[in-house]
């Protein structure tokens, strides 16, 4: 019997740390997400907005501002990780939101500043991924027990 408890407490402790190291991944990535949504913010204000079109500066600022969202929201998503980490679907909610964050952001960017339209044919692959996200999201705060805060 002991040593099926003694199992028991290493795989709690196991997850226990994946759990705190999945929060700190999706924590740190929030926090460059943050960082790079003000400096490319700043960056297309001043530097670029000589340089680009009226309609590509939109589009570079529409990237920057679904970055900054899902940057905060990667830190909800961190944070929430630590508090409730029986929330297993908050994992799947922070790979999309960084994958969504990649390739809708990331695909808005390089159309804008280097002209290649094409781009734009990937963005709907991030909007895809944040969606998604979000849908699991609901899903997740949806499950939680009405005195889940006990």
Same mark, same amino acid.
């Given at each position: 019997? &002991? /040593? ?5 407490? @290493?795989?709690? %402790? =196991? ?8 929060? !700190? ?27 680009l ?8 600022? &529409? /990237? ?5 969202? @899902?940057?905060? %929201? =990667? ?8 508090? !409730? ?44 991924c ?20 006990s």
């Amino acid at each position: 019997m &002991t /040593g099926r408890l003694r199992k028991l407490a @290493h795989l709690v %402790a =196991l997850d226990q740390l994946h759990n705190g190291r999945v929060a !700190r991944l999706f924590l740190s990535l929030g926090a460059v997400f943050g960082f790079l949504g003000v400096a490319l913010g700043a960056f297309g204000a001043h530097a670029l907005r000589d340089r680009l079109s009226p309609s590509d500066l939109e589009i570079f600022k &529409t /990237g920057v501002q679904y970055q900054s969202y @899902h940057a905060a %929201a =990667l830190l909800v998503v961190g944070t929430l990780i630590l508090i !409730r980490p029986e929330m297993k679907r908050l994992q799947s909610v922070g790979y999309l939101f960084t994958l969504g964050t990649v390739i809708f952001s990331g695909s808005l960017y390089i159309r804008s500043v280097t002209g290649i339209r094409w781009f734009g044919a990937i963005t709907p692959i991030g909007g895809i991924c944040y969606l998604a996200g979000w849908f699991i999201f609901l899903v997740a705060v949806a499950s939680l027990p009405a005195d889940w805060n006990s």
